[in-house]
Each structure stands twice: as C-alpha cells, then as structure tokens.
C-alpha cells in the first residue's frame, strides 16, 4: 500500500522555463513534508521542506506548495536548469503523532530532464 | 561538513554468501536508516534504529539483518544473498524527533549472482 506516490515517473522541460513535480499522500497523519534530489552514483539530498501548518515554502528557485484538502504536494522549479535534472523524491512523516521516529515514507521518485 | 561514509560503492557476491554493509556518520546523530532503491519502487525502508543496540523493523525487513553496537556505526547484513537482494543500498541518519531532515551516504551498488 503505496502512502505517498508520485504517478508521473519522469518529465522534461526546457530550460528557463517552470518544473512542476507531483506527489499525492494518503495518510492524514502525515504532516511534514520533504523533497529530495538524487544524482545517479549518489545519494539523496535535502531540497526544501514544509509543515502541515503551511501551504507553501520557498527557498530560492524552489517552491513547494501544500493541498491537505487534496492530499497533495507540489515542487515547483522556477526557473529550470540543465543541472536540475535528476530525480526527485518526496518523503512524508507522521511525526509526534507517529512516535517521533524519524522514519520518512517515500514516493517512488520522478526522473527530471532539463533540456538546454 | 556533515557526512554519512559507507564501506563500498560496487559489491559484486555469490548467491547464498553472507554480506556486511557498513555505514558511519559523523554528525552525533541518533537516528540511523538503511534503505534500498529500486527503479519505479523509490527508496524502501530495511530497517532503522533509534539509538544503540536498539533496531526496528522497516516496510521490507525480511533477509535482513542489522547491528548497531556503537552511536555512529549502522551494519547492514544479508545473511544468504539472493539475486533478488541485487540493488541499490543507501544509508541514512537524523537527528532524534520526527522533522528532521535525513543525510544520505553515497550508497552501495550490490550485484548477487
């Protein structure tokens, strides 16, 4: 049972132009937010995060937005580098409400192109 | 520069030979993850633990085990390697508390023949 999945497997943009990456959630309980990038042959890095208290965080050309109505988060790239490419991962956590163990629940990961 | 180390980038092995993943982190931090990436699975929890000598089963724990005699040393097992446990294998670690970002070591490629 997939609790965070983000359907669209891979997208490609121009350069210059906005990214938009999705990721659904079912679990209510969720409610802190984290996106991660992921170069082939390395690990995962942090990119930006939000609290279910928000609906939007920025951090330079990085948005994220929140829907809790919708069970849905979105990463928005403005504007899209060559060096975005990647994949990007969303990761959810049931925080205080889940124990507080740290565990991160991730979706299945979307591979972004950024053509020149 | 925080930093999350692991023994190997490529491991090639036998199907049946027993299999050790190492992880350091050099952050103090308490919380320590082992997952595995998949193309179309994203990453899966093994196994995670909270504190020394202490462990918890993840999502996929079944062929696995995991060791962790010391706060910054997380170990990974495979105590009979299948070719089903070919994958990518990547180790993470936190800060105790549920919003806390997770640092990744570079992960370890393993091939099972």
């Known amino acids: 049972d997939q609790q965070v999945k983000q359907n669209s497997p891979s997208l490609s943009v121009q350069e210059g132009r906005i990214s938009i990456l999705n990721c659904d959630y079912t679990?209510?309980?969720?409610?802190?937010f984290l996106w991660y990038k992921k170069y082939p042959a390395e690990g995962p890095t942090f990119l930006i995060s939000?609290?279910?208290?928000?609906d939007k965080n920025e951090d330079g050309r990085f948005t994220v937005f929140l829907n809790k109505s919708a069970k849905h988060l979105s990463l928005h790239i403005v504007p899209s580098q060559p060096g975005d490419s990647a994949v990007y991962f969303c990761?959810?956590?049931?925080?205080?409400?889940?124990?507080?163990?740290?565990?991160?629940?991730f979706g299945q990961g979307t591979t972004l192109q950024v053509k020149p | 520069d925080v930093k999350v180390t692991q023994s190997s980038r490529y491991l090639v092995k036998r199907t049946g030979e027993k299999v050790f993943l190492e992880c350091v982190q050099d952050?103090?931090?308490?919380?320590m993850f082992w997952y595995r990436q998949d193309p179309g699975l994203g990453l899966r929890l093994i196994y995670f633990?909270?504190?020394?000598?202490?462990?918890e089963k993840g999502d996929i724990p079944e062929g696995y085990s995991v060791s962790r005699e010391k706060k910054e040393r997380f170990s990974l097992i495979l105590e009979s390697a299948s070719t089903n446990q070919t994958s990518m294998y990547l180790c993470?670690?936190?800060?105790?508390?549920?919003?806390?970002?997770?640092?990744f070591g570079p992960g370890t490629r393993l091939t099972v023949l």
């Open positions: 679990n209510s309980m969720f409610d802190y």
């Open positions: 939000i609290s279910s208290i928000k």
């Open positions: 993470a670690s936190s800060l105790r508390g549920g919003r806390n970002e997770q640092f």
């Open positions: 990761a959810a956590s049931d925080g205080v409400r889940g124990g507080n163990t740290g565990k991160l629940i």
């Open positions: 952050m103090d931090h308490e919380n």
């Open positions: 633990s909270y504190d020394v000598k202490m462990k």
